[in-house]
Every structure is written in C-alpha cells, then in structure tokens.
C-alpha cells in the first residue's frame, strides 16, 4: 500500500466522482512509476472509462486540451488535471502518432497500448497497483521493456525508441535486451519523427543521471544516424559519452555536445536550428561557446564575463569541471558583482549627450563612440561619471571625429 502523495491526495476526489458516476478512473502512467521508486512525482494523470463528453458533464470547470485523444483537463480547486479516456490507437500511419483513436471502456487494453511496461501500471484510490505487465518486477530489475512485442511497438509509434534510452538516462536503468535488439533492427524508423518530439527525448537523456549508459545504447542502436547532425560523429559522440558529470541544464548540455562536435560560432546555429531549439536558446549556446573559447585559454576578465552575462558564465564554469579544467565560481561572482556596468543602458551618458558635447548630428558615429565609451569603461580606464566621461570624450574627440 502507497503513502499517497500530496498531489495524489489532492486528485483523489476527482476519482470519486468519476467513480461516484459509475465510471472507472485510475492514476496512470508516470506518477505511478514515480512513486513507486519513492522520486517525486510530476504530474498526476488519470485514465478513465468514461467518454469525454461524460467527464465534462461530471465536472463544472473543464478545457477541451486534445478532446480527439480522449483527453479532457478538469480543472478542481486551483489545479488541473488531464483526464484521458480509455483507449487503444488503432491506426497508425507513417510510425508516428495515430491520428485515429479508439475509446475502449477496458483499462486493460489502455495500458496494453502504452510503451513500456514501469509505464503501464495503473493505481487505484486506495493506492492499489494494477499491474497486467509485470511492470513492478521491471522496476524492481532496473529494467526497460516494451510492452508486448516491442518490434510492433516502435512500428507503431517510432518515438518510442528515444524514449526508451531517455528513460535508461533518467531512470538509471538498463534495457531489456529484445528490446534493445528491436530498436536496433529499426532505428532507420525514427526518421519519420518530428525534430521536437525527438529533441525532447534527447535533452531528458542528456540531463539524466545514467546518461552515460543512455548515450551509449543511443550509439550502440544507431539511433544517433536519425537526429541532426550527428551521424557522421559517432567517434566525437562516443568521446563526449565518456564523460561522467551529471549535466544540470540545457544551455550546458548543448554546451558540452557542441564542444564534443567541434561546432564553431559559424556552424552552431545551424546545427541547433536543425535541433528545432528556440531563438533564445540560440543565442545562449552561442554566447557560452564564445566564453568557453575563453575560458579555455585562461580566467574570465571583465570583457568577456560582461558580455556573456553570470549564468551563461556560470553554465561555462561548470562545462569547464565537466570537462575536467579547475574552475573556481567565486572568482565570477566577485568578478561579475565588481563591473562598473551591467549594459549599454548603465553608461552615464547617452546619445543626445554626445550629440550636444560634439555639436553633431546623429549617425554611424554615435555608436561607434558608444561601443568604445563602453569598452573603456569596462577595462577600467573611464570612470562612469557623466562629467568624467563627457571631458573625455571632449579631449579625445573633435567634433569632426
Ligand atoms: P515524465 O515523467 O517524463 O513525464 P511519463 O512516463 O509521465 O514521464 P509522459 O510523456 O508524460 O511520460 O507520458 C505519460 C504516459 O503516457 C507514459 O507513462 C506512458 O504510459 C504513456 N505514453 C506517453 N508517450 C507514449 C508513447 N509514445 N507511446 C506509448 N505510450 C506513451
Ligand atoms: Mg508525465
């Protein structure tokens, strides 16, 4: 019997009143895993034998967030929760997704279509373990297995695949070996996948504990071949599966990775667009590559940490250990709390000032004497004081500059 969790115990008159209803409802999938290997659990979903329209006539409050999926989020007492139908795929097109599901009102069959076997355990309000698929022994054994034969698993939905080594990476598990054997038999499948889907199965194995065991069933399965731009670094990719750091987020993951790929400032934007990763999130691996750049040939100076920002230096700092360099936090804090200015907006003057001192219109020039008022601030020489800066600029620049 489970201690039930604070957010099991929050969704359990949902339950009841789908109960109440006369209908089944059960919490499925990874909050039940979560539980049982005693993690924290993310969200709470719950499977049902009710329809849709069944469960929006039970609750008041209701969004229709992927009704043609049978899912239904009820929103209760300042929380949501997805609520999904019973179902079993039936039509699967191209290895992806179906388009097409089938309401079934067994709970059997819906935990017969999930991927793996820790991810087909149902638990009741009384925090009682269905459990068709010997998924508890697999948890037990540290092991990933396919639900049923995994051959036609990943013939239904290729993503599965990447899931399954992005939970040998979170999980710390291994995989069971005919699974693993399906999954190298048909890896040439994933390339039907979307980017993203994919992306996000990556960076979970990237961020995951056992990621060295992930990464490297990720390459032993040639999965790799099927994602952007790495197929042709499987030598780079075996080197960067080496290393043991637990990597904290996703500007250092995509750090590491590119550093491994030998990616310059030329080539990494591609390479990442390819990966369907944000605009932002662009800019954030470049300006860290940049700084790794110069990290990697000596200490931080105000310069370079100015430009970068303290959490990208800081992301830098801690690809550096991972990559085994000393590295030393505190001298970035005190370095980065010791900058006379934050950004452009900080310098004491601005443009009409400039304009005024120099008697001229506004042109390329104001941003040319700008970006060096800054510089030279920055280094030191310049204090940033409007009078000081100002006399400055008159002693160094005539209003023909
Ligand atoms: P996480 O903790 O990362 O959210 P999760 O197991 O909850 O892991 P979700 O993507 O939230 O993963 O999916 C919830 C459940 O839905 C899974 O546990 C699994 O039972 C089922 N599931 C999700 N994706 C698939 C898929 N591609 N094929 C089959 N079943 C899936
Ligand atoms: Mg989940």
């Not at 030279?376 to 002693?395: A, M, Q, Y």
């Amino acid at each position: 019997m489970i201690l039930f969790d604070y957010q099991f115990k929050q969704a359990l008159p949902i339950i009841d009143k789908i109960e109440e209803a006369g209908f089944e409802a059960y919490f499925v999938g990874g909050s039940v895993r979560d539980t049982l290997l005693n993690k924290p659990i993310n969200d709470v979903d719950i499977a049902t034998s009710a329809k849709p329209n069944e469960i929006k006539g039970i609750f008041p409050k209701t969004i229709d967030v992927g009704i043609e999926h049978g899912t239904v989020m009820v929103l209760w007492k300042d929380a949501s929760y997805e609520i999904t139908t019973f179902r079993t795929e039936s039509t699967y097109q191209d290895f992806r997704r179906p388009d097409n599901v089938e309401f079934v009102r067994s709970l059997k069959e819906d935990l017969k279509r999930r991927d793996f076997t820790i991810n087909a355990l149902a638990m009741n309000r009384n925090g009682e373990i269905i459990d068709y698929f010997n998924g508890k022994k697999d948890l037990e054994n540290k092991l990933i297995k396919a639900v049923g034969i995994p051959e036609e698993r990943f013939f239904e939905d290729a993503l599965r695949m990447m899931r399954g080594v992005r939970f040998v990476s979170q999980l710390n598990f291994s995989m069971d070996s005919e699974t693993e054997v399906a999954i190298h038999k048909n890896h040439p499948l994933l390339e039907k996948i979307a980017v993203e889907r994919i992306q996000v199965e990556f960076i979970k194995l990237l961020l995951g504990s056992g990621r060295k065991q992930g990464l490297g069933l990720f390459i032993r399965t040639n999965l790799f071949y099927y994602c952007p731009g790495l197929k042709d670094f499987k030598k780079e990719l075996e080197e960067f599966a080496k290393l043991d750091c637990v990597i904290e987020n996703r500007v250092v993951a995509w750090t590491l990775l590119s550093h491994y790929l030998r990616k310059t400032s030329g080539n990494i934007e591609l390479f990442l667009r390819d990966w369907k990763c944000s605009k932002k999130e662009i800019n954030q691996v470049k300006s860290a590559m940049n700084a790794l750049q110069h990290r990697l040939k000596g200490d931080f100076n105000r310069q370079v940490l100015y430009q970068t920002g303290l959490q990208i230096a800081l992301d830098v700092e801690t690809v550096m250990d991972c990559l085994g360099y000393p590295i030393n936090f505190e001298f970035v804090h005190t370095l980065y709390q010791e900058l006379p200015i934050y950004s452009k907006n900080d310098i004491d003057v601005n443009g009409n000032d400039l304009q005024v001192v120099l008697k001229r219109k506004p042109g390329k020039w104001l941003g040319d004497l700008m970006a060096e008022i800054e510089v030279t601030i920055l280094s030191g020489e310049l204090p940033n004081e409007k009078s000081v800066i100002i006399e400055w600029v008159s002693n160094n620049y005539t209003n023909d500059v």
